[in-house]
Each structure stands twice: as structure tokens, then as C-alpha cells.
């Protein structure tokens, strides 16, 4: 797999042998929006993968719990045929005194690229024949 990756300035931080992610860096301060609930952050950084096979998935990086931010999106997707510059908006959470949000350079984010599936999709009428040792209980329910 080959990820053609364009920056302005220092926006990745290449893994190590044995990581998972690449590291995003804030190529911004950011900027508050949304009548102050969100924050967005620039990266400078825009991907263009050899093939459509690849996707990148935004996660935060464990760091993000000594901030007063969440990742709007939980985890991003970036498709593979997506060409425009990586930006990240986190939620501001406002019950937390005082405010600590990212700085310009710091790592803000991790990107991990993994190959899509593409299942045939089968509708049933019912799942007579698809039981499992789960079943159908619902939250908290695993080994109950």
C-alpha cells in the first residue's frame, strides 16, 4: 500500500515499529466556533492513497482525557477518495474548569488506515437459521 501525503509545515509524526497510527499535528492554534462549543483544528495535511482500497479512521489519541475536548465524530473517516486538507473538530466540554485545548504542534489525533469490506448484504424475513450463543439481550448481557 502507498499514501501519496501532502503537508504544509510539520503536520505528521511517522510511526515507530509496532504503532498502530500515524500522529496528526495541529498546523492551527484553532478556531472556537459555533457560538463556542466547538473547536477546529487545521492540520496541513492531505492524503491521496495509490488505490481506493485504503480508508483512514481519525481516532483521538489517549492524551485527549487531560483536555477539556471530545472528538465531535467519535472517530473520523477520511475515504480514499477524499482529497482536501485533514481538519479535526472536538467538542468543547464546558463543565471543566479551566479550559485546556491543543496548541499549535501538538499531537492532536492518530490516523490508522484499514482496507474496507464490502459484504453482500442478504435481507430475511426472520433469523431462524442464524442463532448464536449471544443472543438477543441487549446491553450488559455478554456471559449473563
Given at each position: 500500500m502507498e499514501i501519496y501525503v501532502e503537508t504544509i509545515g510539520n503536520g505528521l509524526v511517522l510511526p515507530k515499529a509496532g504503532d498502530a497510527g500515524i500522529d496528526l499535528i495541529?498546523?492551527?492554534?484553532?478556531?472556537?466556533?459555533?457560538?463556542?462549543?466547538?473547536?477546529?483544528?487545521?492540520?496541513g495535511v492531505r492524503l491521496a492513497p495509490s488505490s481506493n482500497q485504503f480508508h483512514g479512521f481519525i481516532f483521538?489519541?489517549?492524551?485527549?482525557?487531560?483536555?477539556?475536548?471530545s472528538l465531535c465524530n467519535s472517530v473520523g473517516l477520511i475515504d480514499a477518495s477524499y482529497r482536501g486538507e485533514i481538519k479535526l473538530r472536538f467538542r468543547i466540554l464546558r463543565d471543566v474548569k479551566p479550559c485546556k485545548f491543543y496548541n499549535k504542534g501538538d499531537k492532536i489525533a492518530q490516523i490508522?488506515?484499514?482496507?474496507p469490506v464490502s459484504p453482500q448484504i442478504i435481507s430475511v424475513d426472520s433469523f431462524e437459521n442464524c442463532d448464536s450463543v449471544r443472543g438477543d439481550k441487549g446491553f450488559g448481557s455478554t456471559g449473563q
Open positions: 495541529a498546523a492551527t492554534d484553532g478556531e472556537v466556533q459555533g457560538e463556542g462549543r466547538f473547536i477546529e483544528y487545521g492540520t483521538p489519541r489517549s492524551s485527549i482525557s487531560n483536555y477539556n475536548l490508522v488506515f484499514l482496507q
